[in-house]
């Protein structure tokens, strides 16, 4: 008999007990697994990644014509024009024996470009005359009288000075004219026009000179020109002249000027 009530009490105990743990598993919260760590993707818009920009040359100074130094054929003929001092004839050729290089610069008294090279002429004049290096310049356009003016204006002529046309009418009549036209030089008037010989490669005799020559087809470069000259004469570098720069500068190449 008491094994039979046991036997009731336990099957009732299960029955109560069943209920209770169904109601626990349907009302207990979902054990979910953590989420996974991800690697934040990155922003849609990423900047690219550029190097950093090359370091610009500056920009040369309002109104200037510089020209680089070239090579140029031009079947540079002898000359023979009035000496802007005396008014005697200077011939090129025998003007230039004797010496290692020479600069024949053709320029324009009233060209505001020759007024800024003129002062680099002069200072390359005065630095290197005494290795062979020598300097005629080839008044164009303009009366004598107004290119000893502007000669008076600076101290005077350093170097030689020769008039080849004396007005603008006479623009496209000089050899001035015809040797910018063959190495391209598409400016109006074309002051300055610098044109480099070595007297030791000229032809000894007949009208042309050499028919190849180094050109600067409008204002000098000077550090470039400089680095040439000092090539031709056999020169070290380091006695090179600085650049000119600023109005410090301008008052050395005024008075460079001075014979």
């Given at each position: 008999m008491f094994e039979t009530l046991a036997r009731t009490a336990a099957f009732f105990a299960l029955a109560l007990a069943a209920p209770a743990a169904s109601l626990a598993q349907q009302t207990a919260p979902a054990q979910t697994p953590p989420p996974a760590q991800t690697t934040p993707a990155p922003p849609a818009t990423t900047p690219a990644q550029t190097p950093p920009q090359a370091q610009a040359s500056p920009a040369p100074q309002a109104g200037h014509e510089y020209a680089p130094l070239l090579e140029q054929t031009v079947n540079y003929k002898d000359w023979t024009f009035k000496s802007l001092k005396d008014g005697k004839d200077v011939n090129l050729r025998e003007w230039a024996k004797g010496k290692k290089l020479v600069l024949?610069?053709?320029?324009?008294p009233w060209c505001g470009n020759?007024?800024?090279?003129?002062?680099?002429v002069a200072r390359l004049y005065n630095e290197y005359k005494q290795h062979g290096f020598d300097v005629v310049a080839v008044s164009e356009y303009a009366a004598p009288a107004d290119t000893e003016k502007y000669f008076e204006g600076v101290g005077g002529a350093p170097y030689t000075v020769v008039v080849e046309s004396e007005g603008r009418d006479a623009r496209d009549k000089t050899t001035h004219y015809?040797?910018?036209q063959a190495c391209g030089d598409s400016r109006r008037w074309g002051s300055?026009?610098?044109v480099f010989l070595e007297p030791a490669k000229l032809h000894k005799s007949g009208d042309v000179l050499t028919e190849k020559a180094w050109v600067v087809g409008g204002e000098l470069i000077e550090k470039d020109v400089e680095r040439f000259i000092r090539e031709r004469l056999g020169l070290a570098e380091k006695t090179a002249v600085a650049p000119c720069d600023g109005k410090k500068d301008d008052q050395k190449t005024t008075a460079a000027f001075k014979p």
């Amino acid at each position: 008999m008491f094994e039979t009530l046991a036997r009731t009490a336990a099957f009732f105990a299960l029955a109560l007990a069943a209920p209770a743990a169904s109601l626990a598993q349907q009302t207990a919260p979902a054990q979910t697994p953590p989420p996974a760590q991800t690697t934040p993707a990155p922003p849609a818009t990423t900047p690219a990644q550029t190097p950093p920009q090359a370091q610009a040359s500056p920009a040369p100074q309002a109104g200037h014509e510089y020209a680089p130094l070239l090579e140029q054929t031009v079947n540079y003929k002898d000359w023979t024009f009035k000496s802007l001092k005396d008014g005697k004839d200077v011939n090129l050729r025998e003007w230039a024996k004797g010496k290692k290089l020479v600069l024949v610069v053709y320029f324009a008294p009233w060209c505001g470009n020759w007024k800024m090279e003129a002062p680099i002429v002069a200072r390359l004049y005065n630095e290197y005359k005494q290795h062979g290096f020598d300097v005629v310049a080839v008044s164009e356009y303009a009366a004598p009288a107004d290119t000893e003016k502007y000669f008076e204006g600076v101290g005077g002529a350093p170097y030689t000075v020769v008039v080849e046309s004396e007005g603008r009418d006479a623009r496209d009549k000089t050899t001035h004219y015809g040797y910018r036209q063959a190495c391209g030089d598409s400016r109006r008037w074309g002051s300055p026009f610098n044109v480099f010989l070595e007297p030791a490669k000229l032809h000894k005799s007949g009208d042309v000179l050499t028919e190849k020559a180094w050109v600067v087809g409008g204002e000098l470069i000077e550090k470039d020109v400089e680095r040439f000259i000092r090539e031709r004469l056999g020169l070290a570098e380091k006695t090179a002249v600085a650049p000119c720069d600023g109005k410090k500068d301008d008052q050395k190449t005024t008075a460079a000027f001075k014979p």
